[in-house]
């Protein structure tokens, strides 16, 4: 297995705790974009959308999610 995508995701979730949003957004589609199939980046994916208010976003990828 590639340890890329989890790397790509433990920063992503680093930029979210110190309150930068858009680069940890951007770890976690970058993550996705290695790894299709990594599950975690998802979850906060779906998460982080919820919390900026983007329900349609977070439904989006709660529904790639479920096409796993």
Known sequence: ANPYPQTLHN??????QKKQID????????AIEISPKFH???????QLYKFKGDLP??????????QL
Do not use: C, V
């Open 57 to 66: 976003k977070a439904q989006q990828w709660e529904l790639k999610k479920s």
């Open 40 to 46: 975690p980046s998802y979850d906060y994916l779906i």
């Open 23 to 30: 680069e940890g957004e951007k770890m976690l589609l970058k």
């Open 11 to 16: 920063l992503g979730l680093i930029y979210l």
